[in-house]
């Protein structure tokens, strides 16, 4: 309950703002996260663990001038980006997939929780708070499923007709898969967005949890309808 209420708190921007600066305060990696704002290109983000940190690392590397804010995957900077008028861009992947890549990560920073029912209950309610609300924004949304991510030639694509990004040619985006995979490889094998076979393990043993969740056929019926606007 206390995750949820947090999650409405998170979806005001009045709030939303006071939480992010007082966090900043206490977290210097978070310094480097800034709210949308007049003046960016676009707004990117999703639901964590729905291939985040791969789009940004694309844009950096194919549009390094372009301003955006980025993996902040609540609510209020959806709201705060589509009042200024921003193209804003949202991720989304299966629920399974995400909440357990989640919940395997959260369990890396040692809270213990990725076979804790109540807890993925309550992250699976908010995965399920967020895409309700992209769904009811969706005539201002783009939206970018994690199959077309992980496609580095169909990403192209997309970001070249909604960005207008420089072409590249098929070695230069295989060349920037290889160095991205290499990078992630020198994290922790819970932290690292990158596939790896003892994560892996863990991730079919949380699952089979999320699978019997009373929350994961709601969340499965956002998902459909979410596929269905690609």
Known sequence: MKSLIKSQFKSNPFFYR?????????????????????GDDFYIDG???????????YLNWIVPKKNYAHHLHNIAPIKIALSKNIKTIIL???????????AIMQDYYGRGLKAD?????????????????????????KILSFEIIIDIEKLHDFFTKELS????????????????????KRKPSQRTSAPNKERQKMKIQVEQIIEE??????????????????
């Open 165 to 184: 990004v420089q072409n590249k040619n098929k070695d230069e985006l295989e060349g920037f898969v290889t160095r991205f995979k290499d990078n992630q």
């Open 92 to 102: 989304f992947r299966n629920p399974k997939d995400t909440i357990a890549s989640y």
């Open 117 to 141: 029912k109540d807890f993925l209950y309550e992250i699976l309610q908010n995965y399920i708070f967020y895409y309700q609300f992209v769904l009811n924004s969706k005539n201002r949304i």
């Open 47 to 57: 639901y964590p663990r729905s291939g985040n940190t791969f789009c940004t690392g």
């Open 18 to 38: 006071i939480w992010l600066f007082i966090k900043q305060k206490g977290q210097k990696q978070l310094l480097k996260l800034r709210l949308p704002q007049v």
């Open 213 to 230: 969740l009373p929350n994961f056929s709601i969340a499965m019926k956002v998902f459909n309808e979410l596929n269905s606007l690609k």
